[in-house]
């Protein structure tokens, strides 16, 4: 008997390592998936980080547009800066296209610092020859540095007086500081597009006080409404 059960229980164990040896390589597997997903991992790891935000200060150019006024075409250019950082030095080019074919009419402007996270407009005169009229109107807008500038400065309450003799445009101005030269702008709209405003380039606000302006408006169309913006000249 038993040298009948001894190929038997050889068998058995035969089968026992088998099994142990297939075991142990698929323990081993997982290590491959592991491996595999090390350069995935990498591949999707943070980028450096980014060189300083350029000079641009990213001020961008809401929307443009012009009006006659008695002393010439005035063109109106909004921008905004919706940066985390004062804009220093904002040069803003407007460009008019020619109805008539002509030549484009070319002005700029500059608005001393503009404040994070605040919009505020130009009023850029502008000559057109005689016997021509404008076309569309572009800008551009960049900044030359970064500051920490705040605008001591608060336009409210933008009102559109429609007199048809002397249509003009109130803004209230108030201001934290004795601002001795705001420069004070509105402009009309008609939707999202400009029909004109008016500016006041030299308005004196003393510390603490509220005053409201009053100016002739130069407008292409009686606006749906109007906006303030004041800053220090």
């Known amino acids: 008997m038993r040298l009948r059960s001894w190929p038997f229980v050889v068998v058995v164990l035969v089968a026992l390592v088998v099994l142990v040896g297939v075991s142990g390589c698929s323990s081993t597997s997982p290590a491959s998936p592991t491996s595999r997903g090390s350069p995935a991992s990498s591949a999707t790891a943070a980028p450096p980080t980014p060189s300083a935000t350029p000079a641009t200060g990213g001020v961008t150019v809401v929307a443009t547009g012009a009006a006659a006024s008695p002393t010439g075409t005035l063109v109106f250019v909004v921008v905004d800066n919706p940066s985390p950082a004062a804009a ?4 803003i080019n407007a460009t008019a296209a020619s109805a008539n074919g002509g030549a484009p009419l070319h002005a700029s402007a500059l ?3 503009l404040a994070a996270g605040e919009r505020q407009a130009a009023v850029i005169p502008l000559t057109v020859p005689s016997g021509d009229s404008l076309g569309p109107i572009t800008a551009t807008a960049q900044a030359a540095g970064e500051s920490t500038y705040t605008n001591p400065l608060t336009a409210t309450q933008a009102r559109f007086i429609n007199d048809p003799i ?5 803004v209230s101005v108030a201001t934290v500081t004795s601002v001795p030269h705001a420069a004070v702008v509105a402009v009309c709209w008609v939707g999202a597009n400009i029909v004109g405003g008016a500016i006041n380039g030299d308005l004196a606000v003393p510390a603490g ?3 409201t302006v009053t100016m002739q408006a130069a407008l292409t169309s009686v606006p749906g409404s109007c906006s303030g913006y004041a800053r220090p000249n």
């Open 88 to 91: 220093s030095a904002v040069a």
């Open 111 to 113: 608005i001393p610092n």
């Open 166 to 170: 002397n249509p003009s445009i109130s």
């Open 209 to 211: 006080a509220a005053k």
